[in-house]
C-alpha cells in the first residue's frame, strides 16, 4: 500500500486581520499518497489554489499541520524551503511563471541549472520534452513568441524535467486543446506510475476528471468529500 506523501490536519489559513480577514482554509484534513493523481475540484474561490501554495510551502498555513515528505515545510527557513522545493517539488502556475529574458528551452532547463546540472545536458534534456508537450520547433523561442497554450506547456514541461516526488499543478489544461490536454496528462500519469511522482491537480476542466485516481471537492475552505472519478461524471465546477 502507498505512503502518504502529504497530511494536513487541521489546516487553517487566514488573510488579513479584524473585521477584513478572509478565512481562505478552514479546517483541511487531508492525506495525499505517493504515486497517486489527486484532484482538488470546487467552485473559484474555494481554498483549493491556497492549499496547494500550503502544501509547496510557498505560504504557511494560520494553524493546523502540513507534513510534505515527512517535513513540516512551514518550520523550515527561506532556503531551506527553497532547497526543498527545488529537490522534491515541480510546479504548473496558471501565471506560467517563465522567465521573459530565457528561451523555451532555457526556461524549461531551469529547475536543473539549479540543481546544478551543466547547461548543455539541460538543454538537451528540455528540448526532448518539448518535443513531448508538442514544440520541437519551439525550444529557441521567447515566452512573448509562444501563444498562451504554448507557454502553458513550456510550464508543464518545466514542471516534469527534474522527475520531482511531487508535481503541484493549478489548471494545468486551461489554455490548450483538448487532445493536447489528454496528452499532457498520459505523459503526467505515466511518469506518476513509472517514478511513484504524485500529482496534484487544482482543475474546473471536467474531461481530464478521468484521469485522477481520487478527487477532493472543496467548498468554503473545507474538503466536503472525497471522490472517485466515477461519482463525478456530469459534474461541472464554475
Known amino acids: 500500500m502507498s505512503q502518504p506523501v502529504v497530511i494536513c490536519r487541521g489546516v487553517k489559513k487566514q488573510f488579513g486581520n479584524g473585521g477584513g480577514a478572509v478565512q481562505a482554509l478552514r479546517g483541511i484534513d487531508v492525506e495525499i499518497n505517493q504515486g497517486e493523481l489527486f484532484m482538488l475540484v470546487g467552485p473559484s474561490g474555494c481554498g483549493k489554489t491556497t492549499l496547494i501554495s500550503v502544501i509547496a510551502g510557498i505560504i504557511n498555513q494560520t494553524e ?16 531551506d524551503k527553497a532547497k526543498f522545493r527545488a529537490r522534491n517539488l515541480g510546479f504548473v502556475f496558471q501565471a506560467f511563471n517563465l522567465l521573459p529574458a530565457l528561451t523555451a528551452a532555457e526556461n524549461v532547463a531551469l529547475p536543473l541549472f539549479i540543481l546544478g546540472e551543466s547547461k548543455k545536458a539541460a538543454v538537451t534534456k528540455a528540448y526532448d ?18 501563444s498562451g497554450g504554448q507557454q502553458q506547456r513550456v510550464a508543464i514541461a518545466r514542471a516534469l524535467i527534474h522527475e520531482p516526488k511531487i508535481i503541484v499543478c493549478d489548471e494545468p489544461t486551461s489554455a490548450i486543446d483538448h487532445v493536447t490536454g489528454a496528452n499532457v496528462l498520459e505523459m503526467m500519469r505515466t511518469l506518476s506510475k513509472d517514478h511513484g511522482t504524485t500529482l496534484i491537480i487544482v482543475t474546473h476542466d471536467n474531461r481530464i476528471f478521468p484521469y485522477a485516481d481520487r478527487m477532493g471537492e472543496m467548498d468554503d475552505g473545507h474538503i466536503m468529500a472525497i471522490h472517485t472519478p466515477e461519482t463525478t461524471q456530469g459534474r461541472h465546477y464554475a
Open 64 to 79: 493546523g499541520e502540513c507534513r510534505v515528505l515527512g517535513e513540516s515545510v512551514s518550520g523550515m527557513s527561506s532556503g
Open 129 to 146: 520534452l518539448l518535443a513531448q508537450v508538442g514544440l520541437k520547433d519551439r525550444g529557441k523561442s521567447l515566452p512573448a513568441e509562444l
